[in-house]
């Protein structure tokens, strides 16, 4: 367990309505990371960050914009939902294990887009 | 560019039986880590086992083993003495180790069935 919690767990909203999602950890690791599930797709890089108000585009990136004010707590936010982000949403932090890094996940947001 | 492939279709094992799960890979730099990671019924993303692409031995955890194979470009997941709580979905994930960043390219995935 690396201390990551993710609110809201659940959330329905309506199409065109804003949504954020949070993910907040307590270890203070420097890299945290957005990442959507969807089936036959696996997992989808959205958005990283390597630090304080430092953030980078993944691989699926349009239409979602990330935030990080604070060491602890990135925010993912839909600007105006569709439909096509119903997905669950992981967070994941990455930590040292030795001579490698390993990611450590959040418990997921299930995001139901109407 | 990073990519990872898992073809198989749902997989069936008898209980205490052993399984191979199938996960190739593609990349040019020479220095990686490749992951495999269990997601249960529950949601939650499991780590299992680590492989980096110069290690000299297939990395092993418990009754999971990575067989790796360099020159194929495979790392196939064998899991020794299948359980029923071994029933889950498997990604096989890939990063590349140079440069700062650290994020992972995961294959789509191969759902395990452990039959009584």
């Known amino acids: 367990d690396a201390g990551i919690t993710q609110s809201p767990r659940h959330k329905v909203t309506e199409t065109g309505t804003p949504v954020t999602l949070r993910c907040h950890q307590t270890e203070n690791h420097r890299y945290m990371y957005w990442y959507r599930q969807d089936p036959g797709h696996g997992l989808r890089l959205i958005h990283y960050?390597?630090?304080?108000?430092?953030?980078d585009k993944g691989e699926v990136s349009d239409g979602y914009s990330v935030s990080r004010s604070k060491t602890e707590d990135f925010l993912l936010t839909l600007e105006s939902a569709t439909s096509s982000q119903t997905s669950v949403y992981f967070c994941?932090?990455?930590?040292?294990?030795?001579?490698?890094?390993?990611?450590?996940f959040g418990p997921g947001t299930r995001l139901t887009v109407l | 560019a990073q990519k990872i492939t898992q073809t198989q279709p749902g997989m069936f094992v008898q209980e205490k039986e052993a399984v191979t799960l199938d996960c190739t890979y593609d990349t040019s730099d020479p220095s990686y880590g490749l992951f495999w990671y269990k997601q249960p019924s529950s949601g939650e993303m499991i780590f299992l086992i680590y492989?980096?692409?110069?290690?000299?031995q297939n990395a092993t955890e418990g009754r999971y083993s990575l067989n790796f194979q360099k020159a194929r470009k495979s790392a196939n997941l064998v899991i020794s003495a299948s359980q029923l709580g071994d029933s889950a979905m498997y990604f096989c994930?890939?990063?590349?180790?140079?440069?700062?960043?650290?994020?992972?390219?995961f294959g789509k995935g191969i759902t395990l069935s452990v039959r009584p």
């Open positions: 960050s390597y630090g304080v108000k430092d953030t």
């Open positions: 492989q980096g692409s110069y290690d000299q």
């Open positions: 994941a932090i990455s930590a040292s294990r030795g001579n490698y890094n390993e990611q450590f």
């Open positions: 994930a890939m990063r590349v180790l140079t440069g700062a960043n650290s994020k992972l390219t």
